[in-house]
């Protein structure tokens, strides 16, 4: 299995875990200066990377925030997980959205989100009439922390 990058501009860095266990890869910003994020905005931040995975079937590249970034600077990816998918051939970006009540500064090449791959199943979907009954049931948001009796 490989993770290729290929840089689509000067200044970005190819993304490394932090240690050999970490699950995702460190992806930085590609800026030629500095970047306010206002409170309360989103901004697509460009990472300068395009990414294939390689030998590996069925999967998607997901990034999450880093949890330094997010906690210090109130910014994480705006729509929470970002999805790429594995026939994806552009620019990655990472939709950042400034949580805090004042502005952030991403500098250039600093770390700001993770990437991390995962394998997908891609079952075929077949519509029915009715589905096999289980305990829970239709039971929704909170239904498990009732009392069985």
């Known amino acids: 299995m490989k993770l290729l990058i290929k840089k689509l501009r000067e200044?970005?860095?190819i993304p490394k875990?932090?240690?050999?266990e970490s699950a995702g890869y460190d992806l930085s910003a590609c800026l030629d200066e500095p970047l306010t994020i206002r409170a309360g905005e989103t901004v697509k931040v460009p990472t300068g990377i395009s990414v294939a995975a390689e030998g590996i079937d069925s999967c998607v590249l997901l990034i999450y925030?880093?949890?330094s970034t997010?906690?210090?600077k109130g910014l994480a990816p705006a729509n929470c997980v970002g999805v790429v998918d594995s026939d994806y051939r552009g620019e990655v970006l990472v939709a950042l959205h400034n949580h805090s009540s004042e502005d952030r500064v991403i500098e250039p090449e600093e770390r700001i989100a993770q990437?991390?791959?995962?394998p997908v199943f891609m079952p075929e979907v077949e519509e029915v009439?009715?589905?096999?009954e289980t305990e829970r049931g239709e039971g929704g948001f909170g239904s498990t922390n009732r009392r069985i009796k």
């Not at 990437?115 to 995962?118: D, E, F, G, K, P």
């Not at 009439?129 to 096999?132: D, H, V």
């Open 11 to 13: 200044g970005a860095v």
């Open 17 to 20: 875990r932090a240690t050999p």
């Open 65 to 67: 925030a880093r949890s």
């Open 70 to 72: 997010a906690t210090k």
């Open 115 to 118: 990437l991390v791959i995962t």
């Open 129 to 132: 009439s009715e589905l096999s």
